[in-house]
């Protein structure tokens, strides 16, 4: 199963922009179908963030954060990121990256912290 280590949270205030990334290790990508990401915020359940096709590159994204977050990846170094600009306090949430694989279940991230605050 693959291990997947986010980084890149923080504070940072209302209307700013921070960068996650993931890196993918344990078991070559090529048979990964997609990436993306969840965020959990406080007294809340997992929410779908975005998601990019391994292969493609086609991405998808909650409409709420469709044209303010860009989601990447990096096939070379096995790495997915997430772009998020001009965020808002009701961004803050533990942002989990998750890695789908052709056959099997889908692997999950230790999650890293996003607050929006001023």
């Known amino acids: 199963q693959v291990q997947l280590l986010e980084s890149g949270g923080g504070l940072v205030q209302p209307g700013g922009s921070l960068n996650l990334s993931c890196a993918a290790s344990g078991r070559t990508l090529s048979e990964t179908s997609a990436m993306g990401w969840f965020r959990q915020a406080p007294g809340r359940g997992k929410d779908f963030v975005a998601e990019v096709t391994w292969g493609s590159g086609r991405t998808d994204y909650t409409p709420s954060v469709q044209g303010r977050f860009t989601i990447s990846r990096d096939k070379v170094k096995n790495m997915a990121y997430l772009r998020m600009t001009n965020l808002k306090p009701e961004d803050t949430a533990v942002f989990y990256c998750?890695?789908?694989?052709?056959?099997?279940?889908?692997?999950w991230g230790q999650g890293t912290q996003v607050t929006v605050s001023s």
């Open positions: 998750y890695e789908d694989p052709a056959v099997g279940p889908r692997g």
